[in-house]
């Protein structure tokens, strides 16, 4: 006879994991009685920020301390331990509950031996978000780097990708090019975890650390952060909400152009494009007459508090992903760029002569190489080159990547 009740509860199950109710982060599972085990005896230095909480909301600085571990340091990322700092301002060393708290972002951006003296094992517990530019992933990597000349072992809580684990798009990173805001070569949008990013790197590196990743549980590829039903955290001042990695890998690169502004300054980080001498309709119109998949332009009028055009008029638009398993962001941020230079030519061009070295040199270094802005400069109708670029390396790392894929 066929059993009822079981299989009732084989589909409560199921849809419990899938709907992320059962997920448990890194950071849960670590204080389960099978993993707190290999704390024991260790002087532990933790390197997390306002984001390392579990999914109860408990401080991963708490979680340790109440469970009378040999925490003896910490170690606090860009914008400080508590997310305070703009982006680009140095964080100062502090201390909390006895500890010391060594910035990673202020005069120097490496651990070094006297900050890791005294250490057995590196806890890294940060939210990332997803795009090769955000730079926890740079102190993930700088800390395996440094961890492996000190002969300390390194363990990563890992968290999901907010923008989930199968958007993969824009150009990989030129070793020429590689910097703080991209040292691995992997696709701006990489659809990895914190956790298989470190075993990536450690491998396709050669770095050679004591590297352990302490898995969630119940996580899944196809889950984008409202999917696992977590509390989101503001990982930086301009990150206030669960869906903002997707409008930063939308926009975040024009930004470094400042050509338009990008709502830094407003209440809409990375979801408006907008300047005094932009069409608001026209602009709209031209850019949903391209039907990219997943996403619609609504005319948008505001001004910015602070930032580009502080206090001025701007018109443009304001973006709604309406399928986020079919957006390609990028392709939208380079349709974005291509459509400000067709439609506003001399406005744009004036704007990107008068550009400083240093800028194109960030906009280079967000990109991963000099060729976008080569096409951007030098080329007439832009849009589907930059899109179109790179196409079958990311096509390669597909398949490169799949080796460190750990759900």
């Not at 331990?81 to 910035?103: D, F, R, T």
């Not at 069409?279 to 948008?300: D, E, S």
């Not at 001004?303 to 973006?319: A, F, H, I, K, M």
């Amino acid at each position: 006879m066929f059993n009822f009740t079981f299989f009732f509860l084989a589909i409560w199950s199921f849809c419990l994991s899938v709907t992320g109710l059962e997920l448990k982060l890194g950071v849960d599972c670590l204080f389960e009685a099978n993993n707190i085990v290999k704390l024991r005896n260790k002087k532990l230095g933790l390197i997390t920020n306002q984001t390392g909480v579990n999914s109860n909301l408990s401080s991963t600085i708490e979680l340790f301390l109440n469970h009378d571990t040999q925490l003896i340091a910490l170690f606090a990322p860009e914008h400080g331990l508590y997310g305070l700092e703009q982006a680009g301002v140095k964080v100062e060393p502090q201390s909390i509950h006895g500890l010391p708290v060594y910035s990673l972002y202020g005069a120097t951006r490496r651990a070094t031996s006297s900050m890791l003296q005294g250490i057995d094992l590196l806890i890294f517990d940060i939210q990332d978000i997803g795009c090769r530019s955000y730079t926890y992933l740079t102190t993930l990597c700088y800390i395996l780097e440094e961890a492996a000349k000190h002969k300390i072992s390194v363990m990563v809580l890992d968290r999901p990708n907010p923008m989930g684990g199968l958007i993969v798009d824009g150009p990989m990173l030129e070793n020429k090019w590689r910097s703080y805001i991209g040292y691995i070569n992997v696709p701006y949008c990489h659809g990895m975890t914190i956790g298989e990013l470190a075993c990536y790197f450690n491998q396709e590196y050669r770095i050679g650390c004591d590297l352990e990743v302490i898995r969630m549980k119940g996580w899944q590829r196809s889950m984008f952060f409202k999917d696992t039903k977590l509390c989101w955290i503001p990982t930086s001042p301009n990150i206030p909400e669960a869906e903002t990695p997707l409008f930063y890998a939308s926009t975040g690169i024009l930004g470094e152009l400042g050509i338009a502004n990008i709502g830094i300054g407003s209440t809409l980080p990375f979801k408006v494009v907008g300047a005094p001498w932009i069409n608001a309709r026209q602009f709209a119109k031209k850019l949903n007459a391209q039907k990219l998949p997943g996403v619609i332009f609504h005319p948008c009028y505001y001004r910015p508090l602070t930032g580009l055009y502080q206090s001025e008029n701007c018109e443009g638009v304001l973006l709604f992903i309406l399928d986020h398993k079919i957006y390609k962001p990028l392709s939208v941020q380079y349709m974005i760029i291509g459509l400000l230079k067709s439609l506003y030519r001399e406005q744009f061009t004036n704007r990107l002569k008068q550009l400083g070295t240093e800028r194109k040199k960030n906009f280079c270094k967000a990109n991963g190489n000099e060729h976008m802005l080569e096409i951007l400069s030098n080329e007439e109708y832009i849009a589907w080159k930059l899109i179109g670029y790179q196409f079958e390396d990311r096509q390669k790392f597909l398949t490169k990547r799949s080796a460190y894929l750990l759900y």
